[in-house]
């Protein structure tokens, strides 16, 4: 008779997104790793294709095989439901199925620093393979089309696994030094047998072959400074499909020509599609297990589910499919989603499958945190983004972070959501000084928009505001090139033309008031999470968080001074106070805001778009 405490298994949960967390009821599935200790939770998805607790296996698996990324696997199910407890959790269990392995669970533990339990001994594989086939089909059989595709498709799927395949394996680090050179492994050394749990199970891959090269060849060994463990900062390894070798020299890799003699009048479509694979691993698996239980089942999957996409429309416009990977916040793994190009982002069929996605995962429904312009890059050689340059200068991002703190005693911190850039003075080779602060505000504003991809607009010029504001007729043609201030309003206005925000406004009669809207602008940050614009008199601010203490009704204002006219030096900024946290009374008793003059403030607000 077995031990009872051998029966008993304990759970440790990473994401800290849990639904229980969060006591919602529905269906949920457990993911988990052939790498962590059994009953390991790393992230949990809903399961959308479902009927009375019954899931829709079928569609569930045929969607959750593309989202996981491989070195991640389905380890059971949850349901949160408020009766019959026992009932709901044999069909958890059902659900799972697996039921003959479920052990008694007597404890839950919470990991407390899971970001570094998943990345500190793991790295991310990506394998890019565009494929471009051939297709002849009988003139006079055009059904033939969609059988002779799907052969095609298998031959290249037997090519993957041909032993006389071969991968090239290589880093994509930035250090000038110590770059391990490239590896190859032919297909004949692969190992397509039990699955990457049971043989991390029975034999421990680091006993499997001490001659084997692992994934840890390509990792740094040292990292500068405090690391930061997350996918986007997770080691990198590039693995590339090489061609066919030649039949007579097995060392040698080129194309190959092959021959189809048509017996009958045939047509030729051209289908061509691209896989790209990410893929986790712990840094000490060998590369062959690498690539023969991650990287080819990956592409093996992508290949199943481009091919089930095209069929149907085959011989019509068939769908162009490209694969993204994306690491929504508040998830520990990246997760692969296949987009059709043939849609618009904006086109209403590709905003519902980003819906379902959002439903899914979990993710708020008024924000686009999976569209195209989200997904990853992990794997450039050159890291210079776009939205990052304008005009051949770059700007400073997000200069709040790191800043001293605000000396409010036992206050509530509300601050702006995301990324911004910061304007001001004197950029772009603009002399705008004494007048041109609210266009910097503006242009920060817009820049937020832009990093968190509700817009593709650039960040307008001051002219190009001038224009826009004429364009709608709330200004003559006389103000294009001018120097006058533009306010609140006319921020507004921009901003409703160019991106379509709408925007709040509030107005106070003196300086003294604002500390009174604090409460207000805590709900904005919280809420909406977009940058303020703050204009009295003839100055105006950029807000990006307020720190408030009810009880006391000590407030302090995290403020981004467009006024300064320095270069873009960040410990320059801060220590010089252009970007920090103000007491609207300071500790001589100076009012920062003016008591004689009134204040509008300006509150973006999210469009509610995913």
């Not at 991640?72 to 009766?83: D, E, K, R, T, Y």
């Amino acid at each position: 008779m077995e031990d009872e405490n051998e029966q008993r298994r304990s759970i440790r949960v990473l994401c800290p997104k849990l639904v229980l967390y969060k006591n919602e009821m529905g269906f949920q599935w457990l993911i988990g790793s052939p790498f962590f200790p059994p009953f390991t939770i790393v992230s949990t998805l809903r399961c959308i294709h479902i009927d009375s607790f019954t899931p829709n296996y079928d569609k569930e698996s045929e969607d959750l095989r593309t989202l996981v990324v491989k070195g991640f696997v389905l380890i059971g199910a949850l349901i949160v439901a408020n009766s019959d407890i026992e009932k709901n959790a044999k069909k958890a269990i059902d659900a799972a199925l697996n039921s003959k392995s479920i052990e008694r669970v007597t404890l839950v533990e919470y990991e407390d620093h899971y970001e570094k339990y998943v990345w500190e001994w793991g790295c991310l594989l990506r394998c890019e393979l565009p494929i471009r086939l051939p297709i002849y089909y009988p003139v006079n059989s055009p059904s033939d089309a969609e059988r002779i595709f799907q052969h095609a498709t298998e031959a290249v799927v037997a090519k993957l696994k041909d032993p006389k395949a071969a991968y090239m394996v290589e880093t994509l680090k930035q250090t000038s030094a110590e770059i391990p050179q490239p590896v190859i492994v032919r297909g004949s050394e692969l190992d397509f047998g039990p699955d990457l749990s049971n043989m991390l199970l029975k034999e421990g891959v680091q006993d499997s072959d001490a001659k084997l090269v692992s994934c840890a060849h390509f990792c740094l060994n040292n990292k500068t400074g405090s690391p930061v463990y997350s996918a986007e900062n997770a080691d990198r390894i590039q693995v590339t499909v090489l061609h066919s070798s030649s039949e007579k020299s097995p060392k040698s890799f080129a194309p190959v020509a092959e021959f189809f003699p048509a017996l009958e009048e045939t047509r030729l479509l051209i289908v061509d599609f691209k896989l790209e694979v990410l893929s986790y691993a712990m840094k000490d698996l060998p590369l062959t297990y690498a690539i023969s239980k991650l990287i080819v089942p990956g592409l093996v999957d992508q290949i199943k589910t481009v091919k089930n996409a095209i069929c149907p429309n085959l011989l019509a416009q068939h769908p162009q499919l490209c694969p993204y990977h994306f690491h929504p916040p508040g998830f520990l793994h990246p997760i692969t989603v296949i987009y059709e190009l043939n849609y618009g982002e904006t086109e209403m069929k590709q905003v519902e499958a980003r819906k379902s996605l959002h439903l899914r995962l979990g993710l708020p429904f008024d924000r686009p945190l999976l569209r195209i312009a989200n997904a990853l890059d992990l794997f450039t050689t050159d890291r210079v983004r776009s939205d990052s340059i304008r005009k051949g200068s770059s700007f400073l991002k997000d200069v709040h972070i790191g800043i001293p703190k605000s000396g409010v005693l036992g206050g509530t911190m509300s601050q702006v959501q995301g990324s911004y850039e910061y304007y001001h003075y004197l950029q772009d080779g603009l002399n705008d000084s004494g007048w041109g602060c609210a266009y910097r505000s503006l242009q920060t504003i817009i820049s937020w928009f832009r990093l968190q991809h509700y817009t593709s607009v650039e960040v307008p010029s001051h002219r190009e505001i001038q224009q826009s504001l004429v364009e709608i007729g709330d200004k003559d043609p006389s103000f294009i090139g001018s120097r006058e201030w533009i306010g609140a309003i006319e921020l507004s206005f921009v901003l409703d033309e160019l991106l379509g925000v709408s925007c709040k406004v509030i107005n106070v009669r003196s300086g003294a008031e604002l500390p009174e809207k604090c409460r207000e602008l805590a709900l904005h940050f919280e809420n909406q999470g977009t940058p303020i614009m703050i204009g009295g008199g003839v100055l105006a601010y950029t807000l990006l968080g307020v720190d408030y203490d009810e009880v006391s009704g000590d407030c302090a204002f995290l403020i981004l001074d467009p006024h300064y006219t320095g270069n873009d030096d960040h410990k320059k900024i801060v220590n010089g106070g252009w970007c920090g946290w103000k007491k609207a009374v300071d500790s001589k008793g100076r009012n920062f805001f003016l008591h004689d003059k009134f204040y509008n403030l300006l509150l973006p607000q999210r469009p509610n778009m995913v």
